[in-house]
């Protein structure tokens, strides 16, 4: 009886293992980011971006650009 609960225990334990283990959300795809200035003659164009690829190989991101020699 002693051999057949340690059994069902551990049987127990390796499916809560594995069932939490296979609904783990997969880790998110490659990502890149960054931030950078260009200066053209006396003023400054400063921009930075964000992209990130998901499960389906889809590109999504952001950019924004600055220009505070411009008033922009």
Do not use: W, Y
């Amino acid at each position: 009886m002693r051999k057949l609960s340690v059994l069902f225990a551990g049987t127990l334990l390796l499916a809560i293992f594995c069932s939490v283990t296979a609904f783990k959300p997969l880790p998110p795809g490659p990502s890149a980011n960054g931030q950078g200035g260009l200066t053209i003659g006396d003023r400054v164009q400063h921009f930075s971006f964000h992209a990130s690829t998901d499960k389906a190989g889809v590109v999504s991101g952001s950019f924004e650009v600055k220009s505070p020699s411009q008033d922009l």
